[in-house]
């Protein structure tokens, strides 16, 4: 899986805006994760116990928000909110299609001390 190389990643991002703060300590960070991502928070979780343990943010809280897929019917030209078990337009029922949404992560906040 992705998750060690996604990890990394964004703990370079919250530590470098920690750092413009001027921070001692991340004491929270909230992370949005595209519910296509296919990302498993708690690999997440697990790979910044160990990349975090020596920086500022050892001992972080991690949140995880989820960011909902978006469908688009291309005959309503209609783009709305994938349900769980449902690709239909809810106008036309037609088949819908995926648009590029849902498979994004991104660090939503960062709390510093
Ligand atoms: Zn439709």
């Not at 709305?80 to 819908?96: A, I, Q």
């Given at each position: 899986?992705?998750?060690l190389a996604l990890t990394e990643k964004m703990l370079r991002l919250v530590l470098t805006e920690a750092e413009r703060?001027?921070?001692e300590k991340i004491t929270k960070i909230k992370i949005c994760l595209g519910e296509l991502?296919?990302?498993?928070?708690d690999c997440v979780a697990y790979y910044f116990q160990l990349s975090a343990r020596d920086t500022i943010a050892a001992g972080a809280e991690l949140e995880f928000g989820?960011?909902?897929?978006k469908l688009f019917?291309?005959?309503?030209?209609?783009e709305?909110?994938?349900?769980?078990?449902?690709?239909?337009?809810?106008?036309?029922?037609?088949?819908?299609r995926l648009t590029g949404?849902?498979?994004?992560?991104?660090?939503e906040s960062i709390e510093v001390e």
């Open positions: 899986m992705h998750e703060h001027q921070a991502s296919g990302i498993i928070k989820l960011s909902t897929a019917c291309p005959d309503c030209k209609l709305f909110e994938k349900t769980p078990r449902d690709f239909n337009c809810p106008v036309c029922g037609g088949l819908s949404s849902g498979r994004e992560w991104f660090v």
